[in-house]
């Protein structure tokens, strides 16, 4: 008997993957579920299109879901034998003619059929779309289904608007669906000209950019292709050893947006450096007003630095926040004359935040090193960074040797701006933690300050 850690396993994956599985059939599917009170349907997926069964997705489970007359026969089947069931062919429901697939689902051989996946199949929707190659397709995808179980990695979601080509060992296009081959027509007259080609072979004209890889969702490889005049985006999904299929998308009107924000970016990044050049330019006019100026002018600095990197990025919503702790450092060591100050950055791998965070960020890292440099720089030699991350939380620490803060300084009391700014940004715009205390070691003696942020925010 199985556990019930290993029941939620096999229900999640199925919840997660089934999408997919819809998507590529062209076919709805529901999912049902052997419990304490009986079979009751668990969840529903269709392609995009309307539903062939109308209803809730949740069912209340103290209420036993009756099937369908027609449905007991293959469903049920599938429970008891524990193998496929193809079921009645031509059956109306809700107008339309459905051929149902029931596919028993187990997380190991020799166990209890805890689940079916029953496939609902348009028969002129899947003849049109998918032809004859509807039964080869479903096999493999069902398999690749259970090794997803297995392994626990997920299928990616298909995009509106994402065509698929199906490929079959070796390498070669099986089959590429309307969506797929109105991206790539120019290439053929009509779709059979694609099939028995390699993707190699049909793009070998076309510069193609490898973008990376994501193995939790099975995705090979991420490329652009420049395809004359637009951008074609590729996912390359791994299914099985004899099946693969690649996702096609056009991305030209994102490349385009894409370069519009960067425009912006690069735009918003001179205009806060014309405000900083103002400000010095005000300050030497005011000479008695230097502190302050140089505090607006650092302040403007570091949020530059997060307009001018994403200005450059190829990435235009994520930034690598490790790198824009360096910069920020280099301006304000620069800016205090304290070049002859050991800075140590410790950053075990690159820590990605959201663009908007990263503009918080900046601002209250600048705030802590300017207050440090501040008041501090006769007597301090040395300042630690250390930036890492986990599942949950951001982290952020700061350590100086300066001797700390003088008895009785309670950072939550300060009428400061700075630390109001790193108070106000840490918790409410970041939801975040802040600690603030003096630490001693050795014969040293200075401030540690700690930030924690949700990643989740």
Request: negative net charge; hydrophobic residues 40%.
């Amino acid at each position: 008997m199985m556990t019930q850690p290993n029941i939620a396993k096999l229900i999640e994956s199925l919840d997660h993957n089934l999408q997919f599985v819809s998507e590529m059939l062209q076919a709805s599917i529901r999912l049902f579920v052997k419990g304490n009170t009986g079979t009751t349907i668990h969840n529903y997926f269709h392609p995009n299109q309307d539903s062939l069964y109308l209803g809730p997705k949740t069912i209340d489970q103290s209420q036993e879901e009756r099937f369908l007359a027609h449905k007991d026969i293959s469903v049920d089947k599938a429970f008891k034998l524990g193998r496929p069931i193809v079921g009645q062919y031509g059956l109306v429901i809700n107008n339309r003619r459905i051929q149902e697939f029931a596919y028993p689902i187990r997380l190991s051989e020799g166990t209890d059929v805890l689940a079916v996946i029953a496939v609902e199949r348009d028969i002129y929707v899947t003849r049109n779309i998918l032809g004859q190659h509807w039964d080869f397709m479903a096999d493999n995808l069902i398999k690749a289904l259970k090794e997803k179980i297995k392994d626990g990695t997920r299928f990616p979601q298909v995009a509106f608007g994402e065509g698929a080509v199906i490929i079959k060992a070796p390498d070669t296009i099986f089959f590429a669906n309307p969506l797929a081959f109105n991206l790539i027509a120019e290439l053929a007259e009509h779709g059979s000209q694609l099939v028995g080609q390699t993707l190699d072979d049909l793009f070998a004209s076309f510069p193609r950019k490898y973008k990376g890889k994501d193995q939790g969702l099975s995705i090979d490889a991420i490329e652009e292709i420049s395809l004359r005049q637009r951008t074609i985006g590729a996912r390359h999904v791994r299914l099985s050893g004899e099946m693969s299929v690649v996702l096609l998308k056009d991305n030209s009107e994102i490349k385009v947006k894409e370069t519009l924000l960067k425009e912006i970016h690069h735009r918003v990044k001179n205009n806060l450096q014309t405000i900083a050049s103002l400000l010095r330019m005000q300050k030497r006019r005011n000479p008695e007003l230097t502190d302050a100026f140089d505090e607006a002018i650092n302040r403007t600095n570091s949020i530059a630095l997060v307009h001018e990197y994403l200005s450059r990025s190829h990435d235009i919503e994520n930034i690598d926040f490790g790198f824009l702790v360096q910069k920020i450092l280099k301006g304000l060591v620069s800016s205090f004359g304290a070049e002859k100050i050991t800075v140590n950055y410790d950053c075990p791998h690159k820590v990605f935040v959201v663009s908007e965070d990263a503009t918080n960020l900046a601002l209250v890292l600048n705030e802590i090193l300017s207050n440090t440099l501040e008041h501090t720089i006769d007597k301090l030699t040395k300042i630690d960074i250390k930036l890492f991350n986990d599942e949950k939380f951001l982290t952020m620490l700061v350590e100086d040797d300066g001797g700390g803060f003088t008895e009785g300084f309670d950072y939550k009391l300060s009428k400061g701006l700075g630390w109001e700014i790193v108070r106000t940004i840490t918790e409410e715009s970041l939801s975040g933690e802040l600690s603030v205390d003096n630490y001693e070691e050795d014969d040293k003696r200075g401030v540690r300050i700690q930030l924690k942020i949700p990643l989740d925010i």
